[in-house]
């Protein structure tokens, strides 16, 4: 699924119109993503909790000349299912 097919599904699901269901879409995912660049953690009960987590520098190989590099430490977003969804698809 695309996010065109997921605002029609949003539309067809609340009865907004699309174009109304497009700027709830987007508000939504602006917002998990301000919160997540502030370092905070979002949970919504059921579905899933948004967090990010840090990795540290490390020593990598570059597969083409087998030479060490240096992978620098960098933050990233993980994302933990909860048990009803994990249960609905199961």
């Known amino acids: 699924m695309n996010k065109t097919e997921l605002v029609g599904s949003i539309s067809d699901k609340t009865g ?8 709830a879409l987007d508000a939504c995912v602006e917002a998990i993503a301000d919160a ?3 370092g905070d953690k979002i949970s919504l009960v059921g579905f899933g909790t ?19 590099i240096s992978i620098p430490a960098k933050k990233v977003v993980k994302f933990k299912a909860g048990s009803e969804l994990e249960g609905g698809i199961n």
């Open 16 to 23: 907004l119109s699309k174009a109304d269901s497009k700027k």
């Open 36 to 38: 997540l660049k502030a």
């Open 50 to 68: 948004f967090s990010v987590s840090e990795r540290p520098a490390r020593q990598g190989i570059n597969p083409a000349t087998k030479a060490p």
